[in-house]
């Protein structure tokens, strides 16, 4: 690392006290590089065993990388706290500006501690840090507006982060996300719950500096190198194109496409909400994170009439992906575009992740269809696949509360069936809602043993797809899923979006690292990555998660996968050998 | 005279990838922007769009006229010139830029001044700006 990039400056802010201040910790940036792996340290510090999620005692942190601000594509900020959702490790990633805002600012980490009394909102510019007052800003209906006012009063326009949270994360919503520049989000696990808890309706964050190098001739060609092969590979082309909703349709082909709360794996009205649909007729806008030439965020803009006027109208521009087309389309039977639509900006309003959204819908959907509960439950809702206007309803009485019914929908799907039943068909992995991919073994097993229970840790849905039509050996798949979790704790210390995985090998990672000052070859990143995942686990076990008590949602069995009707049983021997390895990691 | 001057060819078609940022900013072999002559941000949100600020390379430039030092003088074909030698850090440039291209290094306290060298061009995989040929009258 080059003596003078900042990067090894943590910000430590203190919300009870209200005060703050910075420390080196150099040592944890060269023994982690950077984002995951420097967060689970600071997380490990920070973080009391068996501490309560929504207590001052859990902290945040944010972290990024040393390719932040210097080479394309490193755009992520990893955020790491408790998960009030699952109680265990929550790890949660976005783009927009936030990463370059943190490392323009001066910092590789910042540790949010304490609470505060009253809503406030942080401000940090460059050295200096801000505590607002933020009673005004609680309790504003949309988490758009709050950016606005945000947007209007602090300095540092084009060069700034506004994080803040929506009336989801001010209630406590288990699955309440933090939303960045709009249209990215820190969505799973609730970190948005643990903004609210600590009553930090927002964080903005803004700067402006030179990163030095050590080797500026190599450091401009690598970087050449780099952008060229991004912006000419033909997987950034789809991700520009069409955005991950171009998997909607293929995924649908080859049965994967998890539909109405998974009694299906194909929807007869995919096409009418698939990323050609949705370009076709709707894209109104490509958005980039900062420092990334992709450009994959696509806004749909959504021209609506006022009811009361004629000819006046009014035009939303709503974001969507692969993600949110399966859990608040699919998952739900929404039949066409303009509705799912609708229900996306509803989360988006209220800042609830989409995901476990749609999931904890599609449950109730299936729970009232079999009479589980009734209108007494649900406040005279009846629940109907594709009626997105008891959808928007039902999401709405998520965020308030108003009975026992949605206070347990509001605790996630896996509490609200353990209160109601219908656990065989709640869609939870380690209590986390499901992510997208009906796919085969190794994307639900990647589910139930990822360190954070998403698609991403990994990638065995992918490795299901690669799998179709030749030998699927799960013995050595399971080995194949864990080293890639293994390497991609270094794409998520160095912050690279995982779209860019492909470029990103540990050859190329270890010749970018050089002229930053970097001394690591590919053998040396693939240890720090096996040591990053070692030290997720041991936090998932210290607090309380079992290999041997895993919950298999009895659903998955009973709806074909591309590779046929999945057997419990292999699953267990998946899990077996899991153990043998990680015992090995420990 | 013919010259060459960087322009905005659409801005419509901007992402706010901010690579034409870090572009200008790696004419000095660094990271970061502090020391980018090229901005962007959003018109009011990201979802209105964004504006993409850089010197338009005037032909009677305002920026040079308040200059109480001679330290930005006016070149043919347009734009400017500075010499950081001359320059006090009065910051009277920056004000008379009226789309605000005269950026800001706060290291030095001395504007930074797009040089038209097009080496950002080369970064945007949007087509947003480009190199463009004018004829300016005279000199
Ligand atoms: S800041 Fe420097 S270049 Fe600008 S007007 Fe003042 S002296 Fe001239
Ligand atoms: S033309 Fe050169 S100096 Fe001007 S903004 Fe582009 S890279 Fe910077
Ligand atoms: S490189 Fe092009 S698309 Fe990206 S911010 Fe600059 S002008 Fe916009």
Redo the contacts with the bound molecule.
Sequence with gaps: MHPNDPLYRVLYIDLTKKIYWIEDRRELFENYLGGAGVAINLLKEECPRGADPLRPENPIVFAVGPFTGLYPIASKTVAMFKSPLTGNLGESHAGGRSAIAIRMAGYGAIVIKGASKHPVYVAVHGDKVFFRDARALWGIKSSITVARIIREKEPGAGQRAIMRIGRAGENLVKYACVVTETYRHFGRLGLGAVFGSKKLKAFVVSGKRSLPVLDKRRYREIYKELFDTMVKSPLMKKYHDLGTAANVIPLNKIGALPTKNLKESKFENADKISGEYLAEKYLGRRLACAHCPVACIHLAALREPYETEPYFYKTTFISYDYELIYSLGSMLGIRNAEDMLKVLDEVEVLGLDGISSGVVLAWATEAYEKGIINENDTLGLRFKWGDYETYIKALRYIVEQPNEFYKALANGVDYAASKYGGEKFALAFGKNEMPGYHTGYLGYFGFLVGSRHSHLDMGGYSIDQKALGKEYNLDELVVKALREEEWRQILSSLVVCFFARGIYKPEIVAKALEPLGWNLTPEDLGKIGAKIHRLKYEFKFREGFDLDSLRLPHRIFETPTPHGYLDEYKFKEMIEKFKLLIQKQI | MLTKK?DIIDADRCVGCLS?VF??AR?YGEGGYDR???AVRSVAGVEKGFVVI??RACTDPPCAKVCPTNALVAKKGGGVFLNPNKCIGCGFCRNACPIGAVMWDEAANKPII????????DFCPHDVIGIVERQTEGV
């Design positions: 960087l034409c572009a200008c004419r980018s002559a090229i850089v010197c797009c040089v038209q060298c097009g080496y950002c061009v």
